[in-house]
């Protein structure tokens, strides 16, 4: 079956790095945009960034750009999120997402329709 497993988080502090994974099984994930969320206590999860099903082409929320880099390397089936310099207000559980059917970049929440259990980042200050 469709399955999405992230890696990678932890604590950090304030303007350290992290590099998420998500490893993808069950379905060929060249054929799939794909994306990463996340959800911050009491807050509504938020894209973050999204890359096309070659990884030519990706787009990122206004507030990561620059910092954040989204990759795939479809042949070990993984799709990464470089993170640098965190913020504190970045803490959140992390989501890689897969889209319906699209190959293409997409911001939107409801077009990811297999998501993986998250993975906690705490920022430090």
């Known amino acids: 079956q469709v399955q999405l497993v992230e890696s990678g988080g932890g604590l950090v502090q304030a303007g350290g790095s992290l590099r998420l994974s998500c490893a993808a099984s069950?379905?060929?994930?060249?054929?799939?945009?794909m994306g990463w969320f996340r959800q911050a206590p009491g807050k509504e999860r938020e894209f973050v960034a999204s890359?096309?099903?070659?990884?030519?082409?990706?787009y990122y929320a206004d507030s990561v750009k620059g910092r954040f880099t989204i990759s795939r390397d479809n042949a070990k089936n993984t799709v990464y999120l470089q993170m640098n310099s965190l913020k504190p207000e970045e803490t959140a559980v992390y989501y890689c997402?897969?889209?319906?059917?699209?190959?293409?970049?997409?911001?939107?929440?409801?077009?990811?329709?297999?998501w993986g259990q998250g993975t906690q980042v705490t920022v430090s200050s």
């Open positions: 997402a897969r889209t319906r059917g699209t190959k293409e970049i997409t911001p939107r929440e409801y077009e990811y329709v297999q």
């Open positions: 890359i096309n099903w070659s990884g030519g082409n990706t």
């Open positions: 069950g379905f060929t994930l060249g054929s799939y945009a």
